[in-house]
């Protein structure tokens, strides 16, 4: 488990300001008994996942616990818990196209990427909701 490199770039604006800039990310081959804790223990829902450089998808820890409990005696891969189709936003991608692309493809997170796909943080649907509560 490893955190993305910081970018000192600015994200005034659009989804941006609204993104974790330090989410946990996991390769594919981690434990999900173990990502669970640690996103447990970090107080937050989604993790990025890796697969070598490049992000391969979002996963969460409440498909982590059904996963674990239907398994309770298996090794568990966070392979297991991921589902394909993954999309990425860019920093200066508007909040509401944002929102409406979790809205359509029934993801709570994702991942916010720069021109050369590197990770800058991730975005979340409770984000977004709490920043539009607050303006």
Known sequence: ???PSSHSDSLDGTVGRRVNRA???VGMNEGAAQVRAALHHRGERYAVVRQGH???AVVDRA???RLLAARPRG???V???VHPGLHCVRPETAAATAARLMRAT???ALPVVDERHRLVGLLTLS???EQDGRQ
Do not use: E, F, K, W
């Open 1 to 3: 488990m490893q955190r």
């Open 23 to 25: 989410p946990l990310v």
């Open 54 to 56: 490049r992000i391969t």
């Open 63 to 65: 498909t982590l616990d």
């Open 75 to 77: 090794l568990v891969l």
């Open 79 to 81: 392979r297991d818990a």
């Open 106 to 108: 029934g993801s709570g």
């Open 127 to 129: 984000a977004l909701d």
